[in-house]
């Protein structure tokens, strides 16, 4: 047992092994699993020699070899190159170990070479030359003692975190974690923008048409009441009168396709804010959503201030020089003017030019006194079959939402270009807007509402408000 004393000494001073032992963190995404791996030297290789050595000494002696002497001196050399246990969830598992043959070789998993004598690596079950074990990502060698994993994939701990620790769309920065060291974020249920939580508290403003959060590297419009315009937002925003008339035109085409004809002149008056809430206050009677009013079908007597100019974009992407002036609305019949807040995409403001025109339509027509969850969810599905033909035009094809929808979006499509991305993609987010509304009035009235035209038709429907004043089940 001579040999194996000498053995055990020799190896205190001639092994060097390096350890770091990390921890694993979930990001909810993918696990980050980092391991430790052992810088070992070529040096290990004098124990193969000392034992081969003693063993000739022993056989040159005349000595018979003790089997357990060699099956210990077996099991310390494996315990030389065996890796220290990496732990993954705060659980220890050992990776599956292999042994050097005494007087063998050791081979590259990088490129399946021989290791000769120098440095070398030992991580992943494997054995790498230091040059040999790369990053997934920059394909340059890791020679830190932690790395990351994604899949079955080694990667610079800088290098997987670009790649896969989200970034907050706002300020661009990486999203922080919390107390727990956990990834935590925000982000907007339909564009999936995502930011961070502090961002709902900072003042970040939010484009008063889409919804999504400033970001840090683009300004946003400003409107002259102090809403926000993203640009995206404000390539096909209306601005004054002029610009809405064809849209006007094209709803009532759509109502007279669904033989739902207004034959009384209606004035459509593009307004500011503060215009629209001042009209709101001298209704007498009318259903609102909170927190903003975006349309409004007058039935009384009043003079509104309308937007008789497209304003200009100057200095700070800031509206200037609009132009205003007073209109002045005489009761001719039941309805005196639809009023639309200005700023807004075409097809949001023809969403909600939409949703007016059936107001006007059920007065004109003699529905009197309908709980408001009856005439607002009716409206609403009007604006989503208008929104849902503008799609489906601007697709190329044919709507086919209801059978009595058909014919005028048939027409319509023959007139429209083809929308682009975003604008398909914002016609949508309305149409979401619409269905996931979560109040009593306009959300579960929509959701009553577009069921009872699904089961029984449009006309069916109407018909059967008109005399109960309810949908039909």
Known sequence: MGWLDRILKGSSSKVSRGQYHGKSVDDGASSERRKSFDLQSDENEDIDRAIALSLSEEQNKGKAIDV?????????????????????????????????????????????????????????????????????????????????????????????????????????????????????????????????????????????????????????????????????????????????????????????????????????????????????????????????????????????????????????????????????????????AILILFGLPRLLTGSILAHEMMHAWLRLKGFRSLRPEVEEGICQVLAHMWLDSEIMAGSGTSASTSSSSSSSSSSSSKKKGTKSDFEKKLGEFFKHQIESDTSPVYGDGFRAANEAVDRHGLRNTLNHIGLTGTFPL
């Open 68 to 336: 357990e002497d060699e099956q210990l001196a077996r099991a310390v050399q494996e315990s030389l190159y065996a890796e220290s246990p990496p732990r993954q969830n705060n659980e220890v598992y050992r990776p599956s170990s292999y042994v050097v043959p005494l007087g063998g070789s050791r081979i590259c998993a990088g490129c399946k070479k021989e290791i000769g004598h120098g440095r070398f690596l030992s991580c992943m079950d494997s054995v790498w030359h230091p040059e040999c074990f790369r990053c997934y990502a920059c394909d340059k060698p890791i020679s830190d003692f932690e790395f990351s994993m994604h899949g079955d994939h080694p990667y610079h701990k800088s290098c997987y975190k670009e790649l896969y620790h989200p970034k907050c769309d706002v300020c661009k920065h990486f999203i922080p974690t919390n107390e727990n060291g956990l990834i935590e974020y925000r982000a907007h249920p339909f564009w999936m923008q995502k930011y961070c939580p502090f961002h709902e508290k900072d003042g970040t403003p939010r484009c008063c048409s889409c919804e999504r959060m400033e970001p840090r590297d683009v300004q946003y419009i400003t409107l002259d009441d102090g809403r926000k315009l993203c640009l995206e937002c404000l390539n096909s925003a209306i601005m004054d009168n002029d610009e809405c008339q064809p849209l006007y035109l094209d709803i009532r085409e759509f109502y007279e396709g669904l033989n739902m004809k207004i034959d009384q002149p209606i004035p459509l008056l593009l307004v500011e804010r503060q215009a629209l809430n001042e009209a709101m206050e001298g209704e007498k009677q009318d259903h609102h959503h909170l927190p903003e009013t975006r349309g409004l079908c007058l039935s009384e007597e009043q003079i509104v201030s309308t937007i008789l100019r497209r304003p200009i974009i100057g200095p700070g992407n800031r509206i200037i020089e609009m132009i205003t002036g007073p209109y002045r609305l005489i009761r001719q019949c039941e309805v005196t």
